[in-house]
């Protein structure tokens, strides 16, 4: 059975990184050929796609977060990780980390989900 799940804060500050790691057990992260993605849902807004990384650790970024997220993995824990920096209010979400058999934005078609994490961007 393939589980994740997202840790990290849940009040970060406006200009700072966001940072957060997925947790998945039930399979590795370099196995097979899945892609590793992150999404956000902002209050009353549709899902995101921020980006996802294939097992063979190449990377791919949605157009609005390329310029300012960072995601990376370590092997050794089987997690994979997203940066996001200079955040603003407008950041403020419910992250989710989710695997894919492709490489895909569209969130119908993520296999597997985290239960999502609340972040807030707040002073």
């Known amino acids: 059975q393939v589980q994740l799940r997202e840790s990290g804060p849940g009040l970060v500050r406006p200009s700072e990184t966001l940072s957060l790691s997925c947790t998945v057990s039930g399979t590795s992260i370099t196995a097979d050929y899945d892609y590793w993605g992150w999404f956000r849902r902002p209050p009353g807004k549709d899902l995101e796609w921020i980006g996802a990384m294939h097992t063979s650790g190449d990377i791919y970024y949605g157009p609005s977060f390329k310029s300012r997220t960072v995601i990376s993995r370590d092997t050794s824990k089987n997690q994979f990780a997203l940066q996001l920096s200079s955040v603003t209010p407008e950041d403020t979400a419910v992250y989710y980390c989710?695997?894919?058999?492709?490489?895909?934005?569209?969130?119908?078609?993520?296999?597997?989900w985290g239960q999502g994490t609340q972040v807030t961007v707040s002073s």
């Open positions: 989710a695997r894919a058999p492709y490489l895909t934005y569209s969130a119908s078609e993520y296999e597997y």
